[in-house]
């Protein structure tokens, strides 16, 4: 229960940051759907999100979705953005976490490996790139693959006081480019057309213009590409590449003032209605 204390509000800016008690609700009275748990809520609530996405997401039709009433569900989750939290910490839970002291890997390479595995989750789940920013990331799957990638990451020689800001390079590219991605496949599915019907028209078109009739590849209209077919790699070697440069060359010692998690900017979460 909230008590109005400065603490307290923080506290409800994360389901991370709250000391949940379940026993004190078992002991209010019955209210609890035989068979549910916070768990199978959880992975409901992901299931709900992939077919139906992030606008259409609330807890009256995640309980319809469920077969319970609201209420049962508001028993073991208290509202909608802890939910999101939680489910957007278990989709994570699907990132496999690097290992910094394998015998004879390449830091880039893993770097490589943990951006394109990142990157295939948030095509899976498009819904969690409008998440990302708006809350905390903290659960335990965001945290145990953010501190991976950063042991891999220190392996460069890059200074300690450095790889958060170089942590945030990377994965900030990476939600930055998923996140135009999502809105790129909503926009056409809003249109009712496909991303290749989308492609298609700009390139008759835009792709027609003598400005564009030859670009990079000589092919006409090859500029005029949607982002799921730029060449995420090759974006991918500069942010590494920027990061060994930086190892190798060095710089002056960076501000410590770092805190929080890294927390790349994103479009705020709509409200529940």
């Keep these: 229960m909230s008590d109005?204390?400065?603490?307290?509000?923080?506290?409800?800016?994360s389901v991370w940051l709250e000391e949940r008690t379940m026993s004190r609700r078992r002991a209010t009275g019955s209210g609890q759907?035989?068979?549910?748990?916070?768990e199978k809520i959880t992975a409901?609530?992901?299931r709900l999100l992939d077919t139906e996405g992030l606008a259409k997401f609330s807890m009256r039709r995640l309980a319809a979705h469920l077969g319970v009433t609201a209420?049962?569900?508001?028993?073991?989750?208290?509202r909608k953005d802890d939910l999101l939290e939680l489910a957007l910490d278990a989709v994570e839970g699907e990132l496999e976490v690097?290992?910094?002291?394998?015998?004879?890997?390449?830091?880039?390479?893993?770097l490589r490996q943990s951006a394109f595995a990142l990157r295939g989750l948030l095509h899976r789940h498009p819904w969690a790139s409008g998440t990302l920013g708006s809350f905390l990331n903290v659960g335990p799957s965001a945290m145990s693959f953010q501190l991976g990638v950063r042991r891999v990451l220190l392996r460069s020689g890059l200074p300690e006081q450095q790889a958060d800001g170089a942590l945030a390079a990377l994965f900030s590219f990476v939600y930055g480019h998923?996140?135009?991605?999502?809105?790129?496949?909503r926009r056409c599915s809003e249109a009712g057309v496909s991303s290749q019907d989308c492609v298609?028209?700009?390139?008759?078109?835009?792709?027609?213009?003598?400005?564009?009739?030859e670009c990079g590849t000589g092919v006409r209209g090859e500029a005029v590409r949607p982002v799921e077919q730029r060449d995420f790699g090759v974006a991918l070697d500069c942010v590494i590449a920027g990061i060994e440069a930086m190892a190798r060359h060095g710089r002056g010692p960076a501000p410590q003032d770092r805190a929080a998690p890294v927390i790349p900017p994103q479009p705020p979460a709509p409200e529940d209605r």
Excluded at 98 to 110: I, K, L, T
Excluded at 178 to 185: E, F, H, I, K
Excluded at 202 to 213: D, F, H, I, K, N
Aim: charged content about 30%; overall charge negative; proline content about 3%.
């Design 4 to 13: 109005g204390s400065r603490t307290s509000r923080m506290r409800r800016t």
């Design 33 to 38: 759907t035989e068979g549910l748990d916070r």
């Design 44 to 46: 409901a609530a992901v």
């Design 71 to 78: 209420m049962s569900v508001y028993w073991y989750v208290d």
């Design 98 to 110: 690097p290992d910094a002291d394998a015998a004879g890997a390449d830091w880039r390479e893993q």
């Design 178 to 185: 998923a996140a135009v991605d999502a809105s790129w496949q």
């Design 200 to 213: 298609d028209a700009l390139r008759s078109t835009v792709g027609a213009r003598p400005e564009y009739a």
